[in-house]
């Protein structure tokens, strides 16, 4: 293992002023898994929003969630598959200088407010792009972690996976998987009993920049709100749903309010406009919902005077995190990217020597090189 480098996090303060410039994400492709988490080149599991009825109960199913089994290491497979189909049809290399899920830049942009969890990704450049992946083995390892912390506490009157199915049977709630003209009403009026799954996602391609960096993200939406616009490149009227435990007192806000940070990150980072948070009782009913502009957060972030995070510093800090990596980066082999929980800076070194280890398939490769 050769010797690596660090970018240090802190002190935050140089991360201050004027923000670096942003462009607006663009999708210039997508694709879906289907209910059986099948890959395919289009749109077909995209959703459309329609409210759900308060005071329904996002236990309800949980005996028959059918659950996506991610314990198998899907690397960037679908977005290299996505990216490769769309060179292909344009006969042209896309310009990014990045590419990585969402997930990824949502960790390192949000790594100078949230020291708490530690992150682990692998990273390999090849032609003059750098392709970034989690960690998979470290991700699987930290989430059985935080389950023998789960159990070590008291017992809560939900388990942890009831709560996560809160999320989901929200988004089931919620969506529709036509628009609201074409669905028939007996199917609005049996949402709460359709069984729930997280296998079918629609995902996004975007091409965005951050400073002086060219990023092809790909991410999950939840759900659109009216029509994707007739022109490619044109901003969507895409919806982020939540769930979030009902605001009771200042530390509840508090809380909330920190959680905004990674809402705003995660949908900044695709283009989505507006968030849907759906307000949860202590015991998983649906008691509220609130539609949140997503350019509106980090304005009232700084209007309540919140100093827990900062929007422009997220931006610049990771612009220059991302201009330090193009330079640590420098030469073929897989990299680790590394930032320990709490630690101060984000570490880079390489983990093997050649090739592009499993983070790059053999048609990507194959393909790139006649190009
Ligand atoms: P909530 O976000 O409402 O809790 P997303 O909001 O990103 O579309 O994710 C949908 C749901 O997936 C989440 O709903 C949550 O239930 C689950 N989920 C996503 N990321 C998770 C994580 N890191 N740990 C546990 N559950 C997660
Ligand atoms: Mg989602
Ligand atoms: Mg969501």
């Known amino acids: 293992m050769s010797t690596g480098s660090s970018f240090n ?3 935050i303060g ?5 923000c670096a410039s942003v462009k607006r994400p663009r999708e210039f492709a997508c694709f879906s898994y289907d209910d059986k988490h099948e890959f395919h080149l289009d749109d077909r599991s995209m959703q459309w929003y329609y409210p759900p009825r308060l005071g329904a109960d996002l236990s309800k199913g949980f005996d028959t969630f059918d659950k996506h089994d991610d314990s198998g290491d899907e690397h960037l497979d679908s977005l290299l598959r996505t ?3 769309h060179e292909q049809q344009t006969g042209a290399k896309i310009d990014a200088q990045f590419v990585t899920w969402r997930g990824m830049m949502t960790k390192l942009m949000s790594a100078p407010f949230e020291d708490r969890d530690g992150f ?5 450049l090849y032609q003059d792009c750098i392709f970034i992946e989690e960690n998979h083995e470290y991700k699987q390892a930290s989430r059985q972690e935080q389950q023998n912390q789960q159990r070590g506490r008291r017992p809560q009157q939900f388990s942890p996976d009831v709560m996560t199915f809160w999320g989901y049977k929200f988004e089931a709630l919620s969506c529709l998987p036509r628009p609201w003209g074409e669905v028939s009403r007996e199917y609005i009026e049996t949402r709460e009993d359709h069984v729930v799954s997280n ?3 629609y995902c996004s391609v975007v091409r965005t920049g951050i400073g002086k960096s060219i990023l092809c993200l790909g991410g999950e939406v939840d759900a659109i709100w009216d029509s994707k616009p007739a022109e490619q490149g044109k901003p969507i009227n895409w919806v982020e749903l939540k769930t979030s435990a009902e605001i009771r007192d200042e530390r509840g806000m508090a809380n909330f309010e920190r959680k905004l940070m990674k809402f705003w990150i995660q949908s900044f980072l695709l283009g989505v406009p507006k968030i849907i948070v759906g307000f949860r009782t202590q015991d998983g009913i649906l ?7 997503t350019v509106t957060i980090p304005e009232t972030a700084a209007r309540r005077g919140v100093r827990s995070w900062d ?12 201009d330090w990596l193009k330079q640590a980066i420098n030469d073929e082999g897989v990299w680790r990217i590394r930032r320990a929980p709490h630690s101060h800076a984000i570490e880079v070194f390489r983990v093997e020597e050649t090739g592009h280890g499993n983070i790059l398939p053999d048609d990507f490769i194959n393909w790139r090189i006649k190009l």
């Open 9 to 11: 996090i802190q002190p």
């Open 14 to 18: 140089r991360f201050s002023g004027e």
């Open 83 to 85: 990216i490769m189909a």
């Open 287 to 293: 008691a509220k919902l609130e539609e949140i502009k």
């Open 311 to 322: 929007a422009n510093m997220c931006i610049n800090f990771a612009s220059a995190f991302l």
């Open 199 to 201: 296998k079918a996602q």
């Open 120 to 124: 682990e990704m692998n990273a390999t």
